[in-house]
């Protein structure tokens, strides 16, 4: 085995988006997190700050998303959220592309409005994950936009956001890792559900996963480790 | 395969007592009822052998523990409200229940939740196409998270005046299913197959299992009898009871050995349900469970394995 618990539990940013949880779901998911470990759990924005008060004093960072679900926000909307989100105590934020935008292509603004949301993320001290969702793209978009992603200094790029016609696929990771520089992440969301399917995405260097099933997938790590 | 029963036929059981009966007959197991407590909408609806509501560890514990003890276990936990109903409260209602069942059935390790989609029936398919992915979406990603299967029954719901025109419930056809599984792409999402729908719709019940065996999670098994007599007189536009009659197994138009063959070609090892809803058996309690063991005595006939 070439990993420790500690290897995988922070690799998963703990996804409670779903529109259907209810407050209470959302504050047991962040309990789960913080017992678990984490890295992160990322919250719909609205409940960030209570769940920023659930994580204080753990390792587990806040994070929630901007733009989410279609990215059609604009983007002084998505700043906007931003701001709010890094007053929250947000640490990590994973924001969509303007689709519509990629789909047009209309890089300039696509590269504008990443741009404006890592910027102010960064000088707060935060990281960007820029959320292509791919099942909407052809490869030329993505590849572009792992481009524009290192152009404007983001920190991660990412698949999907769980809400779209599909989720990760090997071979968007593959081809989102090859075009991405070195000191660009790569995160997989959507169908990662279990431990074998993270240790698959790890294999070929994506570094953070969105899940749901975290409580399954660190048992099964627990369990595979001989961890009681 | 296993053998089980709906335990919506035998509300005035509780669930201690349904699960020494389906051990006594020899059944393999049962799909529970978890209706809200409170009165019945409908025939059939609003029996509660387990309450989800007031479900915490003790009485999962005291549930584990009679699956156990009598060597029956819980197919699939059933609840068949109308989630798209076009009266607010009710769908929302419906809506915040269906989450408590599926969320039981993760803490109960079933696993598998059986429902309907629901429909408003007073508009077409496609002006309900839009709220069904709106609604069932979230729903099913939710059900994802918990690690719980759905199992969507292919009832029309449609019966009597009351659900004219279009019935209570949208995953009626393959054609529908298709749509359905293409818009919401999940290995959670399936079906709740039951033959006896397709029967007085004039529909083939062979050839689905065929297209759809991955998406079979669990199987009712009714039967309908379809009277031409009456067919005859008011036509298939007439409202659906006043040309067919739920029968029980063998007593109907499905060729249950037909059946069987396919469905075991197919591969399908999981559980297949008698649901009684033929009124020539339900003046008492102990003419249900009547009904329940000759159906069994008849479908046994069909299924290796099992007890």
Redesign the interface.
């Known amino acids: 085995m070439d990993y420790t618990y500690r290897d995988i539990a922070k690799m998963i940013d703990h996804s409670l988006l779903n529109p259907i949880l209810t407050d209470e779901e959302m504050e047991r998911g962040c309990r789960i997190a913080r017992e678990y470990d984490v890295a992160s759990v990322c919250i719909k924005p609205y409940y960030l700050k209570r769940c920023a008060e659930l994580l204080a004093g753990s390792e587990v960072r806040p994070s929630t998303t901007i733009g989410f679900p279609h990215g059609g926000h604009t983007t002084a909307i998505k700043v906007a959220e931003a701001k709010q989100a890094l007053d929250d105590g947000g640490i990590e934020l994973d924001m969509v592309v303007n689709i519509g935008k990629v789909l047009s292509g209309d890089w300039a603004y696509v590269r504008d409005d990443i741009r404006a949301v890592v910027e102010i993320t960064h000088e707060r001290g935060g990281i960007v994950k820029v959320i292509f969702e791919n099942c909407y793209l052809q490869d030329e978009h993505k590849i572009r936009l792992c481009e524009i992603c290192a152009e404007v200094g983001a920190d991660f790029v990412k698949t999907s956001t769980g809400f779209g016609s599909g989720g990760a696929t090997i071979e968007d990771l593959k081809l989102m890792r090859k075009y991405s520089p070195p000191h660009v992440q790569v995160k997989a969301a959507g169908g990662i559900r279990t431990l074998d399917a993270l240790l698959e995405v790890r294999a070929i260097g994506v570094t953070r996963v969105g899940a749901t099933r975290t409580v399954e997938i660190l048992e099964e790590c627990k369990r595979r480790l001989g961890i009681v | 395969m296993k053998l089980g029963f709906v335990s919506a036929i035998l509300p005035d059981l509780s669930l201690q007592e349904v699960m020494q009966f389906a051990a006594d007959e020899g059944f393999d197991c049962v799909e529970l009822m978890c209706w809200p407590v409170g009165k019945a909408e409908r025939r059939y609806a609003g029996v509660t052998h387990i309450d989800v509501a007031t479900l915490d560890d003790a009485k999962i514990a005291e549930i584990r523990a009679l699956c156990e003890r009598t060597g029956v276990s819980i197919s699939g936990l059933g609840y068949y409200p109308n989630v798209l109903s076009p009266h607010p409260e009710e769908a929302s209602a419906c809506?915040e229940h269906l989450?408590k069942v599926i969320a039981a059935s993760a803490r109960l390790g079933v696993g598998l939740v059986n429902t309907f989609i629901g429909r408003d029936w007073t508009r077409s398919v496609e002006e309900n196409w839009e709220r069904f992915v709106q609604v069932w979406?979230?729903?099913i990603?939710?059900a994802?998270?918990m690690?719980v299967r759905i199992g969507i029954e292919n009832c029309p719901m449609l019966f009597t005046r009351d659900e004219w025109p279009g019935g209570k419930n949208l995953a009626t056809s393959p054609a529908i299913w298709r749509r359905m599984f293409a818009e919401i792409?999940s290995d959670h999402f399936g079906l709740n197959f039951d033959p006896s729908h397709f029967v007085w719709q004039q529909m083939d019940y062979l050839k689905p299992l065929r297209e759809f065996s991955t998406k079979l999670f669990h199987i009712h098994a009714k039967d309908a009898r379809v009277d031409k007599h009456r067919l005859d007189e008011v036509g298939i536009l007439a409202t659906p009871l006043e040309y067919h009659v739920p029968k029980l197994p063998g007593l109907g138009d499905v060729d249950w050995g037909k059946f069987f063959s396919v469905l075991s070609d197919v591969g399908y090892e999981g559980a297949v349900c008698i649901e009684v809803e033929d009124r020539a058996y339900e003046k008492t309690l102990e003419t249900r469970q009547q009904a329940l063991r000759q159906s069994a005595r008849y479908l046994r006939q069909f299924m290796a394995g099992g007890k």
Do not use: F, R, S, W
């Open positions: 809506l989450k979406k979230p729903l990603a939710y994802e998270e690690g792409p």
